[in-house]
């Protein structure tokens, strides 16, 4: 039962243009949900988050868009640099139980080309 | 502020094999994770912990895996005996809080540690 899903495995970019990194879900009980960014041997880090009360959150070149009625997220960078490159994980969870688990998406492979 | 230190980095066993992986998390973090990441997956929880106590292990393939975390700090986890499946990163994580009302949601991970089962 995939809650998260990352439909695009890869996404090919052009340095300098924007990147959209795609995330649907299907648990209407997940109310916050983040971006965490992962090079390769090393562990993910956290990139930006978002609540469901809001429907956009910047954090420089990075935003993060919410469609709650079509339990639908995406990340944009603008512009995209050759270091932005690697995996992206999509992932949601419910505050509302008592300590929650943090579900993954599968993961998109972002590739910034000079 | 230190990270989250895990070892070994690497493992290669065969399959029926015991291994064991550890964690220190960041210092003050009272809750500890445990993820496995399969190739090509996303990383799955497996087990969690609030001090030293579980929280969550309903994901955790109980009769070939165990976690511990004694006195609410480092942590443990074993596999035996190891099968073909079990080949995956084994991702330690740790928060302030659990994800309860009002936190961000952020872990912070570890660099993980990469088993293989021939």
């Known amino acids: 039962d995939q809650q998260v899903k990352q439909n695009s495995p890869s996404l090919s970019v052009q340095e300098g243009r924007i990147s959209i990194l795609n995330c649907d879900y299907t648990?209407?009980?997940?109310?916050?949900f983040l971006w965490y960014k992962k090079y390769p041997a090393e562990g993910p880090t956290f990139l930006i988050s978002?609540?469901?009360?809001?429907d956009k959150n910047e954090d420089g070149r990075f935003t993060v868009f919410l469609n709650k009625s079509a339990k639908h997220l995406s990340l944009h960078i603008v512009p995209s640099q050759p270091g932005d490159s690697a995996v992206y994980f999509c992932?949601?969870?419910?505050?509302?139980?008592?300590?929650?688990?943090?579900?993954f998406g599968q993961g998109t492979i972002l590739t910034v080309h000079p | 502020e230190a990270g989250v230190a895990q070892s070994p980095r690497y493992k290669i066993i065969e399959k029926r094999q015991s291994v064991a992986f550890w964690c220190n998390p960041i210092?003050?973090?009272?809750?500890l994770y445990w993820y496995q990441q399969i190739l090509g997956q996303g990383p799955k929880l497996l087990i969690q912990?609030?001090?030293?106590?579980?929280?969550?292990d309903s994901q955790l393939p109980k009769d070939r895996f165990s976690a511990e975390r004694l006195k609410g700090v480092d942590s443990t986890l074993k596999i035996q005996p190891a099968k073909l499946e079990d080949s995956a990163v084994y991702l330690c994580?740790?928060?302030?809080?659990?994800?309860?009302?009002?936190?961000?949601?952020?872990?912070?991970f570890g660099e993980g540690s990469r088993l293989t089962v021939l």
């Open positions: 210092s003050g973090h009272a809750t």
């Open positions: 912990f609030q001090n030293n106590g579980v929280v969550d």
């Open positions: 648990n209407s009980m997940f109310d916050y």
């Open positions: 978002i609540s469901s009360i809001k």
């Open positions: 992932a949601a969870y419910g505050r509302g139980t008592s300590y929650g688990k943090l579900t």
């Open positions: 994580a740790s928060s302030h809080r659990g994800l309860a009302s009002g936190n961000t949601g952020e872990l912070f």
